[in-house]
């Protein structure tokens, strides 16, 4: 019977590992030489294998040596861990000089060579400088000099709303449109109602997107197998166009047909939905100052989102200074003490 502590020659029984090995229940043993190896509980107990293999003949199978290298890592010590699927957890030391954690299995068959600091290097080397490039409504400003957690630099971004806002080189995508402040436009009923009329979404009816098809109309295609094209529309759900055409004509004017009994109306409705919507808001809202009120001094500018006065001052590409005020005068105060501070030639607003 094995159990744990118990020796058998040179084997001292470690812990049972969660699985079988030849029919029989998998222990985790370390030698008397410091090596470690994982043995079926039918071999100690028949004493078929007393030993890692340092006393001569096959050395077993899964062996781990006292300082053994594999790949970038060095294995230091067994942790006492197992991971979730029950393979014991080694602690490593990569080439790089981090220590860290892997599941012995995966080291031994060549599934973990590093402790990720290749994959880092990679992200690095091909990120390019971002600086004054615009991503949708956010303008990159400069490298913040911090990293995300998978190595990449994290860049200060200015909204076009004023606000600014950290972002990843990952998180430059198409997909991210602005600080959060693009997706809170559109979250009253009002506002959802004037995207969506009917079942039918109105996004995708005025989209100023290039059709995806090689012809380049929405919803004609060429049908290589019967050599024809095809007009397609699908409304509110329900295809009302599905038809093949001898000629390339032929099948973009059945479309545009199509378009002008289902979208023209639905068109229509949206723009008086969107007019009686607007005149109820002005009606209500208070007068606010028009986008552009100019404070006369550089770097000072009403903030009409919050009714008041901002001021800010960016010096080599990073924010220096960037507050709200009540008044103009306190705002333009701040902005030339924040001057003095940071005098420079380099100043970029």
């Known amino acids: 019977m094995v159990e744990k502590g118990i020796k058998f020659g040179k084997l001292k029984a470690i812990t049972e590992l969660p699985k079988t090995l030849r029919d029989s229940p998998a222990w ?6 410091r090596s470690f190896i994982i043995i079926s509980a039918s071999m100690l107990e028949g004493n078929r294998r007393t030993h890692c293999g340092c006393d001569g003949g096959q050395p077993a199978m899964f062996r781990v040596q006292p300082n053994q290298r ?22 490593c030391k990569c080439d790089c000089g981090e220590m860290t954690e892997k599941p012995i299995k995966r080291v031994l068959y060549g599934l973990d060579k590093d402790c990720g600091c290749v994959f880092i290097k990679y992200i690095q080397a091909r990120e390019k400088d971002l600086t004054d490039k615009k991503h949708n409504h956010l303008l990159v400003i400069s490298k913040t ?16 709303c004023g606000e600014f806002v950290e972002l990843a080189t990952g998180e430059l995508n198409p997909e991210r ?85 289902y979208h023209q109306p639905a068109i229509e409705k949206f723009v008086e939905y969107h007019k009686s919507v607007v005149g109820r808001r002005e009606g209500t809202q208070k007068p606010r100052r028009k986008h552009g009120d100019i404070s006369g001094v550089p770097g000072v500018t009403y903030y009409h989102a919050k009714n008041k006065w901002r001021a800010r001052l960016i ?21 030339k003490v924040a001057e003095k501070l940071h005098a420079s030639p380099r100043s970029d607003y």
């Open 28 to 33: 985790l043993c370390k030698c008397d030489c």
């Open 70 to 91: 594999e790949n970038m890592l060095v294995l230091i010590s067994y942790t006492g861990r197992l991971d979730d699927s029950g393979e014991p957890i080694w602690l």
């Open 145 to 160: 000099g911090k990293k995300s957690e998978t190595g990449e630099n994290i860049w200060l971004c200015e909204c076009d």
């Open 177 to 261: 449109h602005s600080c959060g402040c693009y997706g809170k436009r559109l979250t009253s009923s009002e506002d959802i109602g004037m995207l969506h009329q009917d079942g039918t979404n109105m996004a995708v009816i005025l989209s100023q997107k290039p059709a995806r098809s090689a012809s380049g109309v929405k919803g004609v295609c060429y049908r290589q197998k019967i050599n024809k094209w095809r007009a397609s529309m699908v409304f509110q759900g329900k295809t009302v166009l599905h038809k093949e055409f001898e000629t390339f004509e032929d099948a973009v004017e059945a479309r545009r047909k199509a378009e002008e009994i």
């Open 315 to 335: 010096v080599k590409k990073k924010p220096v200074l960037d507050k709200l005020f009540d008044t103009r005068e306190e705002a333009v105060s701040a902005r």
